[in-house]
């Protein structure tokens, strides 16, 4: 909000057009919701956002990062876009997973990344951040960072499987892990994600998290935990102005 040339936001499940499972706000193409419906919803976010275009990668839940510039072609596998041309759109979808914007105002840069737990786990934001370092020049203690809804730490149930991983490969996330008195494990990735940042020499005080719960709100939020695969896909999308 103190960067007035940049437009961002994320989207809820209400003000689209499509319906039954997928009501209303969803821009997911591969949700299984009506391809018109879905390039309807979106042609609507990217006026009310203020950018030129929505583009968004075929998400893989590693940690790839592209560039995208005017003349770059339509984003392939991937789960973070990064850029500084003025009035392009770039947006990342989810139904529980963090979304994150890192924007750099001092070399009017920006990108954004879905960051799962395997994505954060393969370390995407901070591939994110060395990507924005090596394209525009980007220092960590410049970056504002947005993390947007997503199914919180105490609702977000794991199994030994994922708890291992990170264990073997990230031993010092572990404390985002939880075990309550019904032995459930739970995990909170955006725990994960704040440290991955503040790590890497971004400021606690630029780090904003907007408050919310993907799985707990049914009416505002998509969740795959929660609904399965037959359900929408909200967005974090930005750009700077032309």
């Known amino acids: 909000a103190d960067l007035p040339e940049l437009r961002h936001g994320v989207t809820t499940r209400r003000g689209g057009v499509s319906r039954g499972a997928y009501a209303t706000l969803n821009v997911g193409l591969g949700s299984g919701d009506e391809p018109g419906a879905v390039q309807e919803n979106r042609r609507r976010v990217t006026r009310a956002v203020g950018v030129d275009a929505f583009r968004a990668p075929r998400q893989v839940h590693g940690a790839t990062v592209q560039?995208?510039?005017?003349r770059a072609a339509a984003p392939g596998?991937?789960?973070?876009?990064a850029t500084d041309a003025p009035g392009m759109g770039v947006a990342v979808?989810?139904?529980d997973c963090p979304l994150v914007l890192l924007v750099d105002p001092r070399r009017r840069s920006l990108a954004v990344v879905h960051s799962g737990w395997r994505g954060t786990l393969s370390a995407v934001v901070p591939a994110t951040i060395r990507a924005m370092r090596a394209w525009f020049?980007?220092?960590?203690?410049?970056l504002h960072v947005g993390i947007a809804p997503s199914i919180e730490g105490t609702c977000y149930e794991v199994g030994a499987d994922v708890h291992d991983a990170f264990a073997q490969r990230m031993p010092l996330?572990?404390?985002?892990?939880?075990v309550d008195a019904a032995g459930r494990m739970t995990l909170d990735v955006a725990h994960v994600i704040r440290g991955q940042l503040l790590e890497l020499g971004v400021s606690a005080a630029r780090v904003e998290t907007m408050p919310g719960c993907t799985y707990c709100d049914d009416a505002d939020w998509f969740s795959h935990?929660?609904?399965g695969p037959r359900t929408g896909r909200h967005a974090l999308v930005a750009g700077w102005s032309a």
């Open 67 to 70: 560039r995208v510039t005017a």
């Open 77 to 81: 596998d991937g789960d973070a876009l």
């Open 93 to 95: 979808i989810g139904a």
């Open 137 to 142: 020049e980007t220092s960590p203690a410049d």
């Open 173 to 178: 996330a572990l404390d985002a892990f939880a």
């Open 225 to 227: 935990r929660r609904d």
